[in-house]
């Protein structure tokens, strides 16, 4: 069977959720649509967030299936903007920076990609900074 990406098509993925039932299981694949995704049978996520914020992201999704729906939106949304952020630039290397800047020293892209710029590393990391990360 091969793998399409969705690409945040929604109804998409409600109709292969439809069609599938149990039989395929369903993850996010975008940050910024974990709830969503949840909300449409998806069993969790694939996460760039979840490596500078596990905790966090795995809260999102833990509230969700303890019933604790307005947390899970809460921190979805309050997500979004530092979610935009680590994807100001092509993945991973808006993640590669946060996380250097966290101490964690996991070195600079591999070519073709180069380092993030410094206007969106002042964004990402002033969006890091709102969360404590920094």
């Known amino acids: 069977m091969q793998l399409k990406r969705l690409h945040g098509n929604l109804s998409q993925v409600a109709k292969i959720a439809n069609l599938c039932g149990d039989s395929l299981k369903i993850y996010s694949g975008n940050d910024d649509q974990i709830l969503p995704i949840l909300s449409l049978g998806g069993i969790g996520v694939i996460s ?3 490596n500078i914020m ?4 795995s809260n999102i999704v833990h509230s969700f299936f303890n019933g604790d729906i307005d947390k899970s939106i809460k921190l979805q949304i309050d997500a979004i903007p530092l979610i935009n952020a680590l ?5 991973p290397i808006p993640v590669k920076a946060a996380l250097n800047e966290m101490n964690f020293n996991v070195g600079i892209p591999r070519l073709p990609l180069v380092e993030l710029t410094c206007l969106n ?14």
């Open 87 to 91: 994807f100001c630039e092509v993945n």
């Open 48 to 50: 760039v967030l979840s």
């Open 54 to 57: 596990p905790e966090y992201t």
């Open 121 to 134: 590393k002042e964004k990402l990391f002033r969006e890091m900074r709102k969360f404590n990360i920094l």
